[in-house]
């Protein structure tokens, strides 16, 4: 029995200091080893209610740091969509959540595709163009600066999703 204890001592022992040999020598892998998965790719329509899951991949322009994932709703009667963003930043420190709201007027709802505007909540010169190609099930934004005095770059992106 005393055998027993001694080789489960050595044995937790060493596990410990092979953990604290890897983690002195490179921290980072250690501490993110769980990888962000972003939401699948969906878009469903029903009725008068249309819902995007997914997250934005950059096409053009300023690419936003860390992994995002977007729930948008859209209601046909009210004329209106609501976007949930969210987005995981990895840092040296750590990691920080970033959430946001952004709200859009229908422009235009055909049975071929949704177009919807909206205004950045923290740039007014800033536009949000949200276009759905319901056939194809694809979405793209656009950010469009409005006028010259605006400092801000345009960029667009595309609506993708990890697979499950």
């Keep these: 029995m005393p055998i027993l204890r001694y080789l489960s001592i050595s044995l937790a022992s060493a596990l410990v200091a092979s953990y604290a040999a890897l983690w002195l020598a490179k921290p980072a892998p250690l501490e993110q080893l769980h990888s962000v998965v972003r939401p699948p790719l969906n878009i469903e329509q029903q009725g008068d209610d249309l ?24 209601n046909r009667g009210n004329g209106s969509c609501l976007e949930a963003y969210a987005s ?12 946001q709201v952004f709200n859009y007027e229908v422009v235009e709802w055909t049975e071929q595709m949704l177009h919807a505007i909206g205004v950045m909540p923290h740039a ?3 536009t949000r163009s949200l276009v759905v190609a319901l056939p194809d099930g694809s979405a793209s934004l656009e950010l469009l600066p409005k006028g010259d005095d605006c400092e801000f770059d345009a960029s667009a992106a ?3 999703g990890d697979p499950l």
């Design 158 to 160: 595309m609506l993708v």
């Design 124 to 126: 007014d010169c800033v």
């Design 88 to 99: 995981i930043l990895h840092h040296d420190e750590g990691e920080d959540l970033e959430a």
């Design 51 to 74: 819902m995007l899951w997914g997250g934005w991949s950059t096409v053009a322009g300023y690419e936003p740091p860390g992994v995002n994932a977007v729930e948008i709703r859209c």
